[in-house]
């Protein structure tokens, strides 16, 4: 069984920066899909963005511009830079595989946007 443990979250004010790091255990980390995702409050879990095993990226739109995502096979970890961040983008921030079946969730991480 794959684990994925998020980490990077915080508090930051609109227009700050954060970078999330999601660490995955197992063997076939370098040939699979990952993707991040949010749930804000009362909201259901959405997609943000995804990365192949040879570095193709697609985006939701509301993030296009601002976010980066990117991933280290060495390192079992995908990233998430995310760039004048908006209080829209305060959410409970997961990663997890980018196709079907998906892994456990993990605990996610909390970013907040707030002056």
């Known amino acids: 069984q794959v684990h994925v443990v998020e980490s990077g979250g915080g508090l930051v004010q609109p227009g700050g920066s954060l970078r999330l790091s999601c660490a995955a255990s197992?063997?076939?980390?370098?040939?699979?899909?990952m993707g991040w995702y949010r749930q804000a409050p009362g909201k259901q879990r959405l997609f943000v963005a995804s990365?192949?095993?040879?570095?193709?990226?697609t985006y939701t739109d509301s993030v296009k511009g601002r976010f980066t995502i990117s991933r280290d096979n060495a390192q079992n970890t995908v990233y998430l830079q995310m760039n004048s961040l908006k209080p829209e983008d305060t959410a409970v921030y997961y990663c997890?595989?980018?196709?079907?079946?998906?892994?456990?969730w993990g605990q996610g991480t909390q970013v907040t946007v707030s002056s």
């Open positions: 990365i192949t095993s040879v570095g193709r990226t």
């Open positions: 197992g063997s076939t980390f370098g040939t699979t899909a």
């Open positions: 997890n595989k980018a196709t079907f079946p998906l892994y456990s």
